[in-house]
């Protein structure tokens, strides 16, 4: 629909969400697709509620409950638990996900019959905070998370150990990486009917890349990069072998690169044009 919308020839998104999840989906247009990598492999942010005592075979409101508990946390058990579920934290992602399992979707087995067993991996959970309890049944949270973290993983193991049994009941995807919802438009604003002005609604192509370390080039070694060639590392700069760089020309985007050794290795060329 974005696509039409701008006539573009390609296009390409930031991660999809869950069939109950709501909120921001990055979309790139163009040479912009360039940026999708980068920005799947940033971190997003969630709100999400937990609804305490039930469990469901989805983890979320989507499935059947398959388990009770009577157990309702308190406010103050909950935010003792918090800690537990920062920084890098062991998971299994649900059985009804997108993950391979013997070369077939993990929800596929699932809706087929078959026992799943998914293997605990390890992923990155930057905060997370209680928002509020608007009653014991339920709690409102804020994550901030790397790629790869299950929000109803989260759900489901802190109901676990709370000693209770809880799932997902909303979502809402509210930042991915620099981007967030407060710039975002409803999907209503491509219908075919609506005649505002869609260029408004575009942000560069930088505006993804704010968290990458960027240089300046010129003159020979901005034509060497816009070729698909290296450069060195500038004297005396603090850039470590494997970091990612976004790198300009008069102040336009020129390339994503990498350091190799002591070399700046174009990644994704932009052609931008004049």
Not at 190 to 216: K, M, Q, T, Y
Request: aromatic share 4%; proline share 5%; net charge negative.
């Amino acid at each position: 629909m974005v696509r039409r919308a701008f006539n573009a020839q390609k296009a390409g998104h930031a991660g999809t969400l869950d069939p109950l999840a709501t909120g921001l989906l990055a979309i790139a247009l163009g040479e912009a697709t360039k940026t999708v990598p980068y920005m799947t492999d940033a971190v997003k942010t969630y709100t999400f509620t937990v609804r305490w005592g039930e469990a469901t075979e989805t983890c979320d409101a989507e499935g059947e409950v398959c388990a009770t508990s009577p157990v309702r946390p308190s406010k103050h058990e909950i935010e003792d638990v918090l800690s537990g579920f920062t920084g890098q934290i062991e998971q299994a992602p649900p059985v009804y996900s997108a993950i391979k399992v013997d070369g077939q979707r993990a929800y596929d087995l699932a809706r087929a019959g078959e026992q799943v067993e998914m293997t605990s991996r390890t992923v990155r959970v930057a905060d997370l905070k209680l928002i509020g309890c608007p009653d014991e049944d339920h709690a409102d949270f804020e994550v901030t998370c790397g790629k790869g973290t299950y929000v109803r993983s989260l759900a489901r193991d802190m109901a676990a150990a709370l000693g209770t049994e809880g799932h997902v009941t909303a979502l809402r995807r509210i930042a991915t990486g620099a981007v967030s919802i407060d710039q975002c438009v409803a999907a209503a604003a491509f219908d075919d009917g609506n005649d505002i002005e869609r260029s408004d609604l575009l942000h560069p192509l930088e505006a993804v890349l704010g968290h990458l370390p960027g240089i300046e080039l010129g003159g020979a070694a901005a034509g060497r990069i816009a070729h698909g060639n290296p450069v060195g590392v500038p004297a005396g700069s603090a850039l470590g072998d494997g970091d990612d760089l976004l790198l300009t020309r008069s102040g336009a985007p020129l390339a994503i690169a990498q350091v190799k050794g002591d070399l700046i290795q174009p990644v994704r060329v932009f052609q931008l044009g004049d």
